[in-house]
């Protein structure tokens, strides 16, 4: 039995594809009693490239009496030992409180997020480890795969862009670490270190390239670099070391049998580390496309943007050297990949292959949507405190400014 949390269209393409694979069923809870009213209303269906899915277990995720009743019914016990969340942070720890007593050592926890998910790792430091609960399997997963909401109903998607499901284990001392490193700031002072511009460098990429003399095949970024066969191979067999969890087998081969292939393992500080090295790149590139309303090729053409680009990533890097010494210590091969030519390189390389495109974060603020600057600039600030991060503190006011006024606009 897998437990499903959360109605987004992630979610929604996991229950449909786990459906006809998963012999022991799935349960769909939902966050708002709203949309589970909405949902029973529509015959409990969700229709998923025009083919109908029944879920005949769906509860409101706070109604634990009825899901303990149930699950005693169905298993003579009220633990669960499959679940899948997904949502924001906050939701992700509100959730986590909630389930705790459902949950024990043998549990599987997958936590469907895009980013490194700080404010989920330090809530569950929180309620499992300085509570001392039982500590559930945690399963960082991502996806690139694209779902687009139909007009049919409130409960229809289309799958329209095939992708990959990137699923990793994380090690339970990274709880402590992450609770080390991002809880409360420090006094390690960094003030004599030169924060600003090392080199003067123009936005085009053959500049870039011919200035630093550095080799295109060891830049590519590290959040896309192709996977092997080999290690898709390594879930089937349960052979990627300390990741390859009897516990969580059979869950993992059901996946297997969806259409959500290829379905990859990996190791968790490689996983950590693309994830971070996307957090840095996104830290930059999106706020100062909202700050400086222009398309990606408008940034790379811009000298005043680029010597901005420049501050802020020499200022990240910093503060991870100073202050993330437990973090980046258990990043494989974190020194050549982490330094500022190669990610000023990729940053760049970004810019250039879709220059008249745009960060989501401009596309979703143009649309007077959620902008969640704290997850990106505001995670730098925390290593250090706001003394040692000026530019990024500067960035977030000038980015929450922005949107109060944009606010009170509309």
């Known amino acids: 039995m897998v437990y499903i949390l959360g109605t987004n269209s992630i979610n929604n393409l ?12 799935v ?8 949309i589970y009213n909405s949902f029973r209303e529509s015959q409990s269906t969700i229709t998923m490239n025009s083919k109908n899915y029944k879920f005949d277990n769906c509860f409101v995720y706070n109604k634990l ?29 509100e959730y986590l409180n909630y389930y705790k007593s459902f949950l024990n050592n043998e549990s599987n926890v997958f936590l469907v997020r895009s980013g490194l998910g700080i404010d989920s790792i330090l809530a569950i430091h929180q309620i499992f480890i300085k509570e001392k609960s039982p500590l559930p399997n945690f399963y960082h997963v991502t996806t690139n795969h694209l779902i687009e909401k139909t007009e049919e109903s409130d409960h229809s998607y289309q799958h329209v862009g ?25 006094t390690i002072g ?10 003067k460098t123009t936005g ?46 059979n869950v993992l081969e059901d996946l297997k049998k969806t ?44 000298n005043y943007a680029i010597s901005l680009i420049h501050q802020l990533l020499s200022e990240d890097l910093l503060l991870l050297e100073k202050g993330g010494e437990l973090f980046r210590s258990e990043i494989p091969n974190y020194s050549n990949i982490f330094n500022h030519e190669r990610i000023f390189y990729v940053i760049m390389s970004i810019l250039n292959s ?44 000038l980015l929450k400014s922005k949107m109060n006024v944009t606010k009170y606009r509309k």
Request: with cysteine; net charge neutral; charged share 25%.
């Open 162 to 186: 095939i992708g990959h499901l990137k699923l990793s284990k994380i090690p339970n001392k990274y709880f402590n670490i992450v609770f080390k490193t991002f809880f409360k700031s420090k």
């Open 27 to 34: 349960v769909l809870l939902f966050g708002k009693e709203f």
């Open 14 to 25: 996991l229950a449909t594809s786990l459906v006809p694979v998963l012999k022991t069923g």
């Open 354 to 397: 879709n220059k008249y495109g745009s960060t989501n974060m401009r596309k979703n603020f143009n649309q007077t949507e959620f902008v969640d600057i704290d997850q990106l600039n505001g995670i730098f600030i925390r290593i250090l405190g706001t003394k040692h991060a000026p530019k990024n503190e500067m960035v977030l006011k």
């Open 259 to 302: 259409n959500l292939k290829p379905i990859y393992l990996e190791n968790y500080y490689e996983f950590a580390g693309s994830m971070l090295e996307k957090l840095i790149i996104s830290s930059i590139i999106e706020p100062l496309s909202v700050l400086i309303n222009c398309t990606n090729g408008e940034l790379l053409g811009n």
């Open 190 to 199: 960094v003030d004599s270190y030169n924060l600003g511009i090392q080199k």
């Open 65 to 93: 009496s009825e899901i303990e009743k149930f699950n005693k019914k169905r298993y003579k016990k009220a633990t669960i030992d499959n679940i899948i969340i997904s949502g924001t942070d906050s939701q992700i720890s």
């Open 204 to 249: 085009t990429i053959d500049n870039v390239h011919k200035e630093n003399q550095i080799l295109t095949k060891d830049l590519k970024p590290f959040f896309n670099l192709e996977d092997s066969d080999e290690k898709e191979d390594s879930i089937i067999n349960g052979s990627s070391g300390s990741n390859g969890d009897n516990s969580n087998e």
